[in-house]
């Protein structure tokens, strides 16, 4: 082989190297491009679940306060009545002797009417469904309507934590994505990929919470 055949060989050779190595990045590249597009789509998933985990907790954390609201009217006229009835009690047992029959049982049946009051205050179900809070309108059911919607309230906050987290993790891995492109890094591409796979366990814990972050 002359020294001029040796010289084309080596060109020829490195030609082919630096041809393989470029579809190599390119190769690389395109499956790094996918990756941030996967990636982009559970972004867009995962903001769409905390959009309605933050919208659950705003419209439980309405109603809860709305309930106590009603619990809070319940309550002071309930305690208008129990003075009418104490106020009664008193003049019944003071003036009892000074008061005529007509007016002590007029007085004793308004008593009556009036406790009548308070206990429903207290406790009012609905007749048909007895054991249905939601239907009803007495303090005791109010009390369980409201603990049931601040119930409702901090799982949808608790949900919206893990949304949250997800989605910080999933901007992370696009940068570190967005890097391993331009520097051609397999390290920064393999990291983002674990910070999307954390965020998907973080992003399903938001739609299912399966454990309840501190």
Same mark, same amino acid.
Do not use: C
């Given at each position: 082989?002359? $020294?001029?055949?040796?010289?084309?060989?080596?060109?020829?050779?490195?030609?082919? =190297?630096?041809?393989?190595?470029?579809?190599?990045?390119?190769?690389?590249?395109?499956?790094?491009?996918? &990756?941030?597009?996967?990636?982009?789509?559970?972004? =867009? %998933? /995962?903001? %769409?679940?905390?959009? /309605?985990? =933050?919208? @659950?907790?705003? /419209?439980? *954390?309405?109603?809860?306060?709305?309930?106590?609201?009603?619990?809070?009217?319940? *309550?002071?006229?309930q305690t208008v009545y129990k003075l009418a009835v104490d106020d009664l009690a008193m003049q019944l047992e003071l003036g009892g002797d000074t008061l005529s029959f007509a007016a002590q049982t007029a007085m004793q049946s308004r008593i009556e009417a009036y406790q009548a009051t308070i206990d429903r205050y207290e406790s009012e179900p609905d007749p048909n469904d007895p054991a249905d809070f939601f239907k009803g309108e007495g303090k005791l059911e109010l009390s369980q309507r409201a603990l049931f919607y601040? =119930?409702? #309230?901090?799982? $949808?906050?608790? #949900? @919206?934590?893990?949304?949250? &987290? $997800?989605?910080? &993790?999933?901007?992370?891995?696009? %940068?570190?994505?967005?890097? $391993?492109?331009?520097?051609?890094?397999r390290p920064a591409r393999a990291l983002a990929i674990l910070f999307a796979v954390v965020a998907v366990g973080f992003m399903v814990n938001g739609f299912l919470l399966l454990v309840s972050l501190p």
């Amino acid at each position: 082989m002359s $020294a001029v055949d040796a010289a084309e060989h080596v060109t020829g050779a490195a030609e082919e =190297a630096a041809q393989a190595a470029d579809e190599r990045k390119a190769r690389f590249q395109r499956w790094t491009a996918l &990756l941030i597009a996967v990636i982009a789509v559970l972004l =867009a %998933v /995962n903001g %769409v679940g905390g959009s /309605n985990a =933050a919208e @659950d907790a705003l /419209n439980a *954390n309405i109603l809860a306060s709305d309930t106590w609201a009603f619990f809070q009217a319940k *309550n002071v006229r309930q305690t208008v009545y129990k003075l009418a009835v104490d106020d009664l009690a008193m003049q019944l047992e003071l003036g009892g002797d000074t008061l005529s029959f007509a007016a002590q049982t007029a007085m004793q049946s308004r008593i009556e009417a009036y406790q009548a009051t308070i206990d429903r205050y207290e406790s009012e179900p609905d007749p048909n469904d007895p054991a249905d809070f939601f239907k009803g309108e007495g303090k005791l059911e109010l009390s369980q309507r409201a603990l049931f919607y601040e =119930a409702q #309230r901090d799982e $949808a906050m608790e #949900r @919206d934590r893990s949304f949250d &987290l $997800a989605e910080a &993790l999933f901007q992370i891995a696009i %940068v570190l994505a967005s890097v $391993a492109i331009l520097a051609y890094s397999r390290p920064a591409r393999a990291l983002a990929i674990l910070f999307a796979v954390v965020a998907v366990g973080f992003m399903v814990n938001g739609f299912l919470l399966l454990v309840s972050l501190p």
